[in-house]
Nanobody, 114 residues
Framework: QVQLVESGGGLVQPGGSLRLSCTVS????????MAWYRQAPGEERELVAA???????NYVDSMKERFTISRDNAKNTIYLQMSNLKPEDTAVYYC????????WGQGTRVTVSS
């Protein structure tokens, strides 16, 4: 059974940075397109960014200049470097394949507030 463990979230002031990590166990992450998603309070879960097995990346336009997705297939881990964070980035962040095939993990909460 595949398990996704997201980490790295927390409380950060506007303009700050965070680096999220997601480690996959129970499957070989390297063969999949992987992605970060987020769900803000009262909102539906949305795609943030995706990364192909070879490293090609795609971003939602509003996050393209501030977020960087990366992966380490040897560690079965993907990352999301977030900078210049805004209050509207407050959400629980999740990783999964794109399109999603695994059950969701518990996510990691990011709160951007002064």
């Amino acid at each position: 059974q595949v398990q996704l463990v997201e980490s790295g979230g927390g409380l950060v002031q506007p303009g700050g940075s965070l680096r999220l990590s997601c480690t996959v166990s129970g499957d070989i992450m390297g063969i999949y397109v992987m992605a970060w998603y987020r769900q803000a309070p009262g909102e539906e879960r949305e795609l943030v960014a995706a990364i192909q097995s070879g490293g090609g990346t795609n971003y939602v336009d509003s996050m393209k200049e501030r977020f960087t997705i990366s992966r380490d297939n040897a560690k079965n881990t993907i990352y999301l470097q977030m900078s210049n964070l805004k209050p509207e980035d407050t959400a629980v962040y999740y990783c999964n394949t794109f399109p999603r095939i695994w059950n969701w993990g518990q996510g990691t909460r990011v709160t951007v507030s002064s």
